[in-house]
Nanobody
Framework: QVQLVASGGGLVQPGGSLRLSCALS????????MGWYRQAPGKQRELVAT???????NYANSVKGRFTISRGDAPNTVTLQMNSLKLEDTAVYYC?????????WGQGTQVTVSS
């Protein structure tokens, strides 16, 4: 059974940085497209960034140039490095793993950007 465990959220001031990590267990990590999504209060969940098994990345326009998604920094782990954080980045961030028609979600980690 695939399990995703996310960590690294917290409170940061505008302009600061945070690093989110998500570890996958129960399956072969290298075969999944991994991603991060976020959901702010009163809004729908939205894509932040994805990275394929081959390393191709895709970013939401709102985070391009500020966020970096990577895989393999640690075994079976996808990382989201978030720099130059803005107030509007405040949300619960969810890790996602997709392969074929299956999609799995982590438990979510809160990121709060506030002065």
């Amino acid at each position: 059974q695939v399990q995703l465990v996310a960590s690294g959220g917290g409170l940061v001031q505008p302009g600061g940085s945070l690093r989110l990590s998500c570890a996958l267990s129960g399956s072969i990590f290298s075969t999944y497209t991994m991603g991060w999504y976020r959901q702010a209060p009163g809004k729908q969940r939205e894509l932040v960034a994805t990275i394929t098994s081959g390393g191709s990345t895709n970013y939401a326009n709102s985070v391009k140039g500020r966020f970096t998604i990577s895989r393999g920094d640690a075994p079976n782990t996808v990382t989201l490095q978030m720099n130059s954080l803005k107030l509007e980045d405040t949300a619960v961030y969810y890790c996602n793993a997709q392969r074929l028609a299956r999609s799995y979600w982590g438990q979510g980690t809160q990121v709060t950007v506030s002065s």
